[in-house]
């Protein structure tokens, strides 16, 4: 028997159960893909169509690219307006034909057009395996810091229930990058059963980003009691990084600067086992409400 407080890779001890007659372990394979998007999307998605692949090879069933696969430059302009499209437009019809194909689901950001000419959404989507869209985050924190100002360029998503989504019996919830600076994102989609949260992320280079990267992720999964699985750009610009981290705050697989696919196992057992010893959820006594 595997103690559910153990982080060992869960899969050979599923199969040795399932041939005890006992039933398999469930787990979950989750991939973070990193890669550094650019201007074209084509490109892009033929980079995510490899890694994609790569990750189904090694066992995922849900994968998670990073903010901006549709269309990356350095620097916030023009450019990145013209390129949005609506949520029912070629980019994510050609993630969700990928997500058939693979037989998996795929999380992704993209640039969603707005009804305002100078500005869009910096938006994830979410497809499930008969390429239907399962859920959508528009990014509620825009990166107004470190000298950026992406709301020059970027609307706000309005502050709606969170939007959530079913993976082998684990519910998904969706934020985005400099969101996981604002600890309440977080708390709000375990309100609403996430178990799993996924944070799709350009998190620009700079002194201390890698470390603030790490501890945010970190404390977010520890004080929420739940998975985080967060796919960065690869450098030069983003810090890579990207990991999955579990209910204990321990980092299950992490990538570093290279692009690649990583998979960790995740499981509903851990997360019961978690919460028993730390009810932190159970015993807080504030409720997140928006301002």
Known sequence: MIDPLETRDPAPAAAAAAGAGSGPVAALGVAVAQFAPGREPAVNLAAMRALAETAVGRGARLVVFPEYSSFFEPV????????????????????????????????AGM??????????????????????????????????????R?????????????????????????????????????????????????????WVRGPLKEQHWRTLLTA???????????????????VGNSMVVDPMGV????????????VAWVLSERLTAVRARNPSLALRRFAVVPR
């Open 76 to 107: 916030l302009g023009p450019s990145f307006v013209a390129a949005a499209e609506p949520v029912d437009g070629p980019f994510v019809a050609a993630l969700a034909a990928l997500a058939v194909e693979l037989g998996v689901h795929v999380v």
């Open 111 to 148: 640039l969603e057009a707005t009804d305002d000419p100078s500005r869009f959404f910096n938006t994830l989507v979410a497809v499930d395996p008969a390429g239907e869209l399962v859920a959508k985050y528009r990014k509620l924190h825009l990166y107004d810091a470190f000298g950026d």
């Open 150 to 202: 992406e709301s020059d360029w970027v609307r706000p998503g309005a502050v709606e229930e969170p939007e959530t989504f079913e993976v082998a019996g684990l519910r998904v919830g969706l934020q985005t990058c400099y969101d996981i600076r604002f600890p309440e994102v977080t708390r709000r989609l375990v309100d609403a059963g996430a178990e799993l949260v996924l944070v799709p992320a350009e």
């Open 220 to 238: 977010r999964a520890l004080e929420n009691t739940v998975y985080v699985a967060a796919a960065d750009h690869a450098p030069p610009v983003g």
């Open 251 to 262: 980092e299950l697989v992490t990538i570093g600067e290279t692009t690649d696919v990583a």
